[in-house]
């Protein structure tokens, strides 16, 4: 990176002028490719160099912490919850968190249906409130196989769901993203609203887990 | 690529490197609203042009540099002779730094 | 531009193969489905991969795909189901 890198560790930052991420690794043409690219962009004026640092910081804060936040808040409020349902950027707002711009539409698990997320296409993902995506998210495997063996693969992560639920695998687009309102588990009824963020896993916002009680 | 026969779901992930970081950011700038040089579909048409051989070779994101770089030499954002030498220039100052 | 379909209607997904950048998945070609939801209007995606402004701009549905319908030998629940976004250009009355 051209002006500074950010130590994903510690979230600490601090300014490297035209020094290379000894982090990176070997070093490739496609990484040659990406640091030209963004100088040249930069020198072009089509965005600063701080525009370029901001996005990276802003990557790096995005966590799965911020969807379980909002998880358990639609779980304890419920005209929260049904504001969550009506708008997911607008609800996260509330929360202070920032969900971006796409609009990001809920599906709630009942006892009755099921929701998995996938992207077909590519690797659309509610990333704002979870974070990059995991490998797996992206690659063929899961993408291939989900919407022609939902429960299949879902066993592969652990995840038995009964046959008479009914499995409704929703596929992304760029324009709007989806995430999942899991099922608030069984015996949680004392937890705070702390606790049960903490308890919401990534893979149950979209679908390919559950919360379990601790 | 959705219903294609495939293995089971390798559950593997890694924490990404700081060049993909930078692979990423580059392109929520160039398709953010406030810039608008790139769509996402742009993107994704980039990278099946870079055809079915390639999309397995390349990493995620060596994927979507190589898709970035394309559409913005076509756009002529970049020329590839400016984009050629500071690709040399960037080598250049990795070696000076030894690594 | 108002919506052909509403919300329950049955369609029906051309089955064509032109080349270029297209989000109609392959695996619903030539499928039927039900409505689900209309999406919203959002600018054609085949035109904006090219660079182009993809106006005007189509409506986009959500249709939701019986899992039985999709793939013969679908060993799941009857009721399972693929929800898909596509585009009007891509529909037909079923």
């Known amino acids: ?214 | 690529m959705g219903g294609l026969e495939a293995g089971p779901v390798e559950q593997s992930e890694h924490d990404y490197a700081p060049w993909e970081k930078r692979v990423d950011a580059i392109m929520r700038l160039l398709t953010g609203k406030q810039y608008e040089v790139i769509t996402v579909d742009e993107l994704r048409r980039g990278i099946e042009d870079l055809g079915p051989g390639v999309y397995d070779e390349l990493s995620y994101y060596e994927r979507w540099i190589s898709s970035i770089t394309n559409i913005l030499i076509e756009k002529g954002v970049i020329s590839v002779d400016e984009l050629g030498r500071r690709m040399e220039d960037v080598c250049a100052r990795r070696e000076e730094a030894g690594i | 531009m108002t919506a052909r379909y509403a919300v329950g209607d049955r369609v029906h997904v051309r089955e064509a193969y032109p080349p270029g950048h297209i989000r109609t998945p392959y695996f619903i070609r030539g499928k039927s489905g039900v409505i689900n939801d209309i999406a919203g209007e959002f600018a054609n995606p085949e035109e904006l991969a090219y660079g182009r402004v993809g106006l005007p701009k189509l409506t986009l549905y959500h249709v939701s795909f019986r899992q039985t319908d999709l793939w013969s030998d679908y060993n799941g629940g009857a009721s399972d189901a693929t929800v898909v976004a596509i585009y009007e250009n891509w529909l037909e009355p079923a």
């Open chain 1, 1 to 214: 990176m051209s002006d500074s890198h950010i130590h994903g560790d510690d979230k600490w930052s601090h300014s490297h002028p035209k020094q290379p991420d000894i982090e990176d690794g070997p070093l490739t043409d496609y990484m040659v490719m990406t640091e030209a690219v963004g100088d040249l962009l930069i020198e072009k004026g089509v965005f600063s160099a701080g525009d370029l640092r901001a996005m990276i910081e802003s990557i790096d804060t995005k966590s799965p912490t911020d969807g379980g936040r909002v998880i358990a808040r639609a779980w304890l409020d419920q005209e929260f919850k049904v504001r969550f349902m009506e708008d997911v950027n607008a609800a996260a707002e509330e929360l202070g968190i920032d969900a971006g711009t796409i609009p990001i539409r809920a599906v709630e698990n009942t006892s009755e249906v099921h929701n998995v997320i996938v992207c077909t296409l590519c690797s659309c993902y509610p990333r704002m409130l979870l974070g990059l995506p995991p490998d797996w998210y992206k690659a063929r495997a899961y993408r291939s196989r989900v919407v022609r063996d939902p429960r299949g693969v879902l066993r592969e992560f652990g995840t038995e769901i009964s046959s008479d639920v009914e499995i409704r695998v929703h596929d992304s687009t760029a324009d709007l993203r989806y995430m999942v309102l899991p099922m608030r588990p069984d015996g949680t009824e004392g937890m705070g609203e702390g606790e049960l963020a903490a308890i919401v896993n990534r893979d149950s916002m979209i679908g390919v887990t559950t919360v379990r009680k601790p």
